[in-house]
């Protein structure tokens, strides 16, 4: 049964989001908080709904009281912890593009922050120390972006300002990028390394206890992706060696628990996953999901499927 004869079947579709000021189209009725609020309403009506972002699993968790939702649209990036939710006859969509700007400039600032010493400076400022010290530039520096979505296209053209040489790194190789499985010989060169890919089976642990050691003296790791990429034990034994840096937006686990050693590991600058979540969101997940509600007012498919129940 095609998707569009689905759709078809129910005169009306009524979407759940988090704004009350979205657009919708003819046939489609608007859900919110302020309308519809989640913890005591009769959920079997939502046949759309945007899990509410930075909700969480207990966001994902109220699709299990929607018997008749059609399409999941998640608000970021990344999906992985969304599959499970998944049933028969559900679409699965992502956000991709709304979060693009937003995590290439953390990724950017991570990335300086790291190579001018702005760890060592906060530290010092704390202490009331004039501490001066001469830095590594972020010009002239050799990176390597793993990811070949649209997050990591973004961010190679906020990087083409400076005088610095990228390398692509996919699972392909394809448009140019260098094979992930040929990382190893490219990693003692690179001053730069910006994860930005998802997660799944092939990519949890790529960066391991081998490859951060294969990294140069000085060099800088950035994560924006997921936390399980890297391999934390693992990243914490060489950050405290103080011969790596790291810049942080994520991490396994997460959100890190106090106490945790990786708070306490020398050379990190570390964000709790706000690379999404800035003043460039709403507009940008407001224009996704309006568009999003226009294709299937007439029963077209939605943009950014990335799984199918």
């Known amino acids: 049964m095609s998707y569009a004869y689905v759709m078809s079947q129910s005169s009306e579709h009524k979407a759940w989001t988090q704004w009350e000021d979205i657009h919708t ?24 709904y945007v899990a509410p972002y930075m909700g969480g699993r207990k966001a994902l968790e109220y699709t299990t009281s929607m018997p008749n939702l059609k399409i999941l649209q998640v608000p ?32 950017v600032a991570l990335a300086i922050s790291s190579r001018r010493g702005f760890y060592d400076f906060a530290i010092a400022q704390q202490s009331g120390q004039w501490q ?65 890919l998802p997660l799944n089976a092939e990519s949890k642990h ?16 950035v994560n924006v992706g997921r936390g399980a990429i890297i391999d934390t034990e693992a990243l914490i034994n060489e950050l405290n060696t103080g011969r790596i840096f790291a810049g942080l937006d994520v991490t396994d686990p997460e959100p890190l628990p106090q106490g945790h050693p990786l708070w306490s590991a020398k050379n990190l600058v570390l964000s709790p996953h706000v690379g999404g979540n800035s ?13 999003q509600l226009e294709l299937i007012s007439r029963g077209v498919e939605p943009e950014n499927i990335v799984a199918r129940g």
């Open 25 to 48: 189209p003819e046939g489609v009725t608007a859900l919110n908080p302020k309308n519809f609020p989640l913890e005591d309403s009769d959920l079997s009506q939502i046949t759309f």
């Open 76 to 107: 970021n990036a990344g999906f992985d912890d969304a599959l499970e939710f998944l049933r028969p006859g559900m679409i699965l969509c992502n956000a991709r593009g709304v979060h693009d700007a937003s995590t290439a400039e953390l990724a």
């Open 132 to 196: 001066p010290k001469r830095y590594e530039s972020f010009n002239d520096s050799k990176i390597g972006i793993i990811g070949a979505g649209s997050i990591a296209r973004t961010l190679a053209s906020y990087l083409s300002p400076y005088d610095v040489e990228i390398s692509f790194f996919s699972r392909s190789g394809s448009d140019g990028a260098i094979k992930i499985a040929d990382l190893d010989a490219h990693l003692p060169r690179l001053d730069i390394l910006f994860l930005v």
């Open 206 to 221: 790529l960066i391991n206890a081998q490859r951060l050691k294969l990294m140069k003296d000085g060099a800088v790791i």
């Open 279 to 291: 003043t460039a969101f709403d507009s940008r997940a407001k224009k996704l999901i309006e568009r």
